[in-house]
């Protein structure tokens, strides 16, 4: 298996742009999660979807962010419109709740994304 | 809400000591905690596994111990090599969710 891909692994971006970042988790995984990662915070759960229904967005930070799962190979973050302050490292990260993984949690490489 | 603790932040041996990391956590209703290890720049790697009924999870030089009643995992590295330097982070899954620690800062001095 190709693990979790994400596209892309940088964006650069400027000030009020909409910014669409995409995540493809392990084959079979049915939980999916999006994380944010900062100095200043660490890393941060965002939203977490099961079974391509969102469950939790309670750490989505605002409204300008938004989250799907149209399908069970294929999710999205939303930022529109995005803001300095939204310059971090966001992760995303699938797992499967049976299986000899054991609930083990596997993340992508991250998508570097800043915002001018 | 769960909140986990690493202690220390930063860590630096010289190469070939064995070493502790720390992790602590608040609720010990947990279903289980996995170890990550992170390069500068890169994704998070799991380490180790450990599920609640569990006490220890072994994976070469690497050694991860669990105490539910106490709320803490130790992450021992038998040792240690310059590849060791890395960010390390636990994770606690509270049931769906997984609340992670700020990471260990380790660097193997050659």
């Known amino acids: 298996d190709a693990g979790v891909i994400q596209s892309p692994r940088h964006e650069v971006t400027e000030m009020g742009q909409e910014v669409t970042l995409r995540c493809k988790p392990i084959?079979?995984?049915?939980?999916l999660f999006w994380y944010r990662q900062t100095m200043m915070r660490g890393l941060e759960l965002l939203i977490y979807?099961?079974?391509?229904?969102?469950?939790?967005d309670s750490g989505m930070p605002e409204d300008r962010f938004s989250a799907k799962m149209p399908n069970a190979s294929f999710s999205t973050l939303k930022i529109q419109p995005s803001e300095p302050r939204d310059s971090a490292v966001y992760f995303c990260?699938?797992?499967?709740?049976?299986?000899?993984?054991?609930?083990?949690?596997?993340f992508g490489p991250g998508t570097r994304l800043t915002v001018l | 809400k769960q909140e986990v603790t690493q202690i220390p932040a930063a860590l630096s041996v010289p190469e070939g000591e064995n070493l502790v990391l720390n992790c602590s956590f608040t609720?010990?209703?947990?279903?289980?905690l996995q170890w990550f290890r992170q390069d500068p720049g890169k994704g998070l790697t799991s380490l180790l596994l450990i599920q609640s009924s569990q006490r220890e999870q072994t994976s070469g030089r690497l050694n991860a111990s669990l105490d539910k009643s106490s709320g803490r995992s130790t992450l021992y590295i038998a040792a240690s090599q310059p590849g060791d330097s890395a960010t390390y982070l636990c994770?606690?899954?509270?049931?769906?969710?997984?609340?992670f620690g700020t990471g260990t800062s380790l660097t193997v001095i050659p």
């Open positions: 609720d010990s209703a947990i279903y289980n």
């Open positions: 994770a606690v899954n509270g049931g769906n969710q997984f609340y």
């Open positions: 979807f099961n079974n391509n229904v969102p469950i939790d």
């Open positions: 084959s079979g995984h049915d939980y």
């Open positions: 990260a699938s797992r499967r709740t049976t299986g000899t993984s054991g609930n083990e949690q596997f």
